[in-house]
């Protein structure tokens, strides 16, 4: 079990730093926004296998991709691999015991969880990531930033923000798929059979939805714009986790409910249980007085036989 979560854990941070410069990409004058899917893998590890798990994943390649993607910020790409190491270590403790006995909600927990993140971002954003810069050029770069806008730089807040935000949901979304819990070794819950079709029907939906606004622009608008790349891309995002987010609300309203439907089968069982077994005889009775049902004591007290 434990060299299994070690290799899934290595396999995981190897793919996202390969991934890393993938993902959906939108520009906004100087603030430019994309979300690298590649960090859903290292999330994942981290939430559903712990804090140490979250440091295997995370120099596996998890959080040193910013080596790869922004090799020219020098010594500001070693300050964000060990944020991004924080924070999947953060991470790690939203299924940690005592943080669930504090906080039984997983959404409170990782909400928590976010706030904390996102302050470290800020910290690191506005001040800490210049004074980085400054330090360069390093050893294995001679020719990385030492300044950059400050534009720029909150669109790196904003960003990562946004990408651990939008990741955190869909995360917390697979995590809830029989197929994602049986490869992590999750025990899998009856109530989550029907989690994938609930899942894959929203995102289907989704696909749709946004497939219908795009013919529309595209009837409406003649003339491309890089703007109007931008709108879209943005309607994507925007129609894709608002699926996710219908999905997740499905799932656990589904899930609350069959756990209803489950306490109060084992609560009827209980009652039928003590009501056969109970050494005193038992009758009910309806409400225009006729017998409806007894127990075995009553049977034997009165000489009869269950028909």
Same mark, same amino acid.
């Given at each position: 079990m434990k060299n299994y979560k070690v290799l899934l854990s290595v396999l995981a941070g190897i793919i996202s730093f390969? @991934? =890393?410069?993938?993902? @959906?990409?939108?520009? $906004?004058?100087?603030? =430019?926004i994309d979300i690298p899917w590649a960090i859903i893998f290292p999330?994942?590890?981290?939430? +559903?296998?712990g804090w140490k798990y979250a440091i295997v994943v995370s120099i596996s390649g998890g959080a040193i991709y910013p080596f790869y993607l922004w090799f020219d910020n020098g010594y500001a790409c070693l300050l964000t691999s060990i944020i991004y190491t924080i924070t999947y270590v953060l991470l790690g403790f939203?299924?940690?015991?005592?943080?669930k006995s504090l906080l039984k909600s997983f959404y409170l927990r990782l909400a928590v969880v976010f706030l904390v993140i996102s =302050?470290?971002?800020y910290i690191q954003y506005y001040f800490l990531f210049e004074y980085a810069? =400054?330090?360069?050029?390093?050893? $294995?770069?001679?020719?990385?930033?030492?300044?950059m806008n400050i534009d720029i730089i909150h669109s790196f807040f904003i960003k990562d923000s946004l990408n651990y935000l939008l990741i955190f949901l869909l995360v917390a979304t697979l995590l809830k798929l029989p197929a994602v819990q049986k490869l992590l070794l999750i025990e899998t819950l009856k109530k989550s059979k029907d989690n994938t079709i609930i899942f894959f029907?929203?995102? @289907? +939906?989704?696909?749709?939805? $946004?497939?219908?606004?795009? @013919?529309?622009t595209d009837n409406l608008i003649p003339q491309k714009t890089t703007e109007h790349s931008n709108y879209l891309t943005m309607a994507?995002?925007?129609i894709t986790y608002s699926n996710i987010l219908v999905a997740r609300v499905i799932m656990e309203f589904r899930e609350r409910n069959k756990q209803s439907l489950i306490a109060i089968a084992e609560s009827e069982e209980t009652f039928r249980k003590l009501f056969e077994e109970s050494s005193d005889a038992i009758l009910l009775i309806n409400s225009e007085g006729l017998f409806v049902e007894c127990n075995q004591a009553a049977l034997n007290l009165l000489k009869m036989k269950r028909e």
């Amino acid at each position: 079990m434990k060299n299994y979560k070690v290799l899934l854990s290595v396999l995981a941070g190897i793919i996202s730093f390969f @991934l =890393s410069p993938y993902g @959906l990409i939108s520009e $906004w004058g100087n603030i =430019s926004i994309d979300i690298p899917w590649a960090i859903i893998f290292p999330v994942i590890i981290s939430i +559903a296998f712990g804090w140490k798990y979250a440091i295997v994943v995370s120099i596996s390649g998890g959080a040193i991709y910013p080596f790869y993607l922004w090799f020219d910020n020098g010594y500001a790409c070693l300050l964000t691999s060990i944020i991004y190491t924080i924070t999947y270590v953060l991470l790690g403790f939203v299924n940690y015991k005592s943080f669930k006995s504090l906080l039984k909600s997983f959404y409170l927990r990782l909400a928590v969880v976010f706030l904390v993140i996102s =302050s470290i971002f800020y910290i690191q954003y506005y001040f800490l990531f210049e004074y980085a810069l =400054s330090l360069n050029p390093p050893f $294995w770069n001679k020719e990385a930033y030492d300044f950059m806008n400050i534009d720029i730089i909150h669109s790196f807040f904003i960003k990562d923000s946004l990408n651990y935000l939008l990741i955190f949901l869909l995360v917390a979304t697979l995590l809830k798929l029989p197929a994602v819990q049986k490869l992590l070794l999750i025990e899998t819950l009856k109530k989550s059979k029907d989690n994938t079709i609930i899942f894959f029907g929203t995102i @289907l +939906a989704g696909i749709i939805i $946004w497939v219908f606004f795009y @013919l529309l622009t595209d009837n409406l608008i003649p003339q491309k714009t890089t703007e109007h790349s931008n709108y879209l891309t943005m309607a994507f995002y925007v129609i894709t986790y608002s699926n996710i987010l219908v999905a997740r609300v499905i799932m656990e309203f589904r899930e609350r409910n069959k756990q209803s439907l489950i306490a109060i089968a084992e609560s009827e069982e209980t009652f039928r249980k003590l009501f056969e077994e109970s050494s005193d005889a038992i009758l009910l009775i309806n409400s225009e007085g006729l017998f409806v049902e007894c127990n075995q004591a009553a049977l034997n007290l009165l000489k009869m036989k269950r028909e």
